[in-house]
């Protein structure tokens, strides 16, 4: 594998990680949320990933052995659980019987998918930093 071959890996879990950073972020910010212009309260969005080929020309060469391979979204997804029912009779979105329906979303979830995406994003930082040390490393020993 080359050292372009290490970014290319490395920039596309960069992309998905802030993708999947700025999902749970919204996520967040709507835990509260009860009605939406689609109307109901707010669903929570899941990220899911796939891998990726790095590009055409790659794939063709690396066809017959195991080639490496980035990652990219393929989708965000809305929840299909049923909101959570919370009794408060004086809420603007309260039903006829007192009952608001509330974004089924975990604060504690969310946080700790923040946290892994967090650790994930930094892996990566720290994985193009390395290769470019080695790369500036190997250009000093051919001097």
């Known amino acids: 594998m080359d050292i372009f071959n290490t970014f290319q890996i490395s920039s596309s879990a960069l992309k998905?990680?802030?993708i999947r950073l700025n999902t749970i972020s919204s996520n967040l910010a709507n835990v509260e949320t009860t009605s939406t212009p689609e109307g109901g309260a707010y669903r929570k969005k899941s990220v899911y990933?796939?891998?990726q080929?790095?590009?055409f020309q790659k794939q063709l060469e690396n066809n017959m052995k195991n080639s490496?391979?980035?990652?990219?979204?393929t989708k965000i997804l809305e929840d299909d659980?049923?909101?959570?029912?919370v009794y408060d009779p004086t809420h603007p979105d309260a039903q006829d019987d007192g009952?608001?329906?509330m974004p089924n979303i975990s604060v504690l979830e969310e946080m700790v998918d923040m946290m892994s995406a967090t650790r994930a994003y930094q892996a990566?930082?720290?994985?193009?930093?390395s290769a470019?040390?080695?790369?500036?490393k190997a250009l000093e020993i051919g001097r």
């Open 132 to 136: 470019k040390r080695m790369a500036l």
């Open 53 to 55: 080929p790095l590009s």
């Open 124 to 129: 990566n930082v720290t994985t193009i930093k």
């Open 49 to 51: 990933f796939e891998s």
């Open 68 to 73: 490496a391979q980035g990652v990219a979204v």
């Open 81 to 85: 659980t049923p909101p959570r029912k």
């Open 99 to 101: 009952y608001v329906e």
């Open 16 to 18: 998905a990680n802030t």
